[in-house]
Nanobody, 124 residues
């Protein structure tokens, strides 16, 4: 079992920044991919970004590339999502999730463990 706890959401104006944190516990994360996914009202959950715990390679959705940065702190067992140049369309509940998988998979159904989510609201 992997336990994930997100924090850092809130209300911000368009163009502003937020940093989300995801504290992981329960298992050694070396084999895991940690990801951020989001769900806006009335929409399906969508992939945002992911990072391989071992090695630190990353991937991003096209909609956030160049604006968001995912990173990890091995000592703190924490994954971060730095979100800059926020847009109203970034408004959603953001979830941290974990999977063990060779290669990359952005489908939400391939993630095995989930946090409770944190709300991000971007006002125009």
């Amino acid at each position: 079992q992997v336990q994930l706890v997100e924090s850092g959401g809130g209300l911000v104006q368009a163009g502003g920044s937020l940093r989300l944190s995801c504290a992981a516990s329960g298992r050694t994360l070396g084999r895991y991919t940690l990801g951020w996914l989001r769900q806006a009202p009335g929409k399906e959950r969508e992939f945002v970004a992911a990072i391989k715990w071992s090695g630190g390679s990353t991937i991003y959705a096209d909609s956030v590339k160049g604006r968001f940065t995912i990173s990890r702190d091995n000592a703190k067992n924490t994954v971060y999502l730095q979100m800059n140049s926020l847009k109203p369309e970034d408004t959603a509940v953001y979830y941290c999730a974990a999977q063990i998988r060779l290669g990359w998979s952005t489908a939400s159904g391939t993630y095995d463990y989930w946090g409770q989510g944190t709300q991000v609201t971007v006002s125009a």
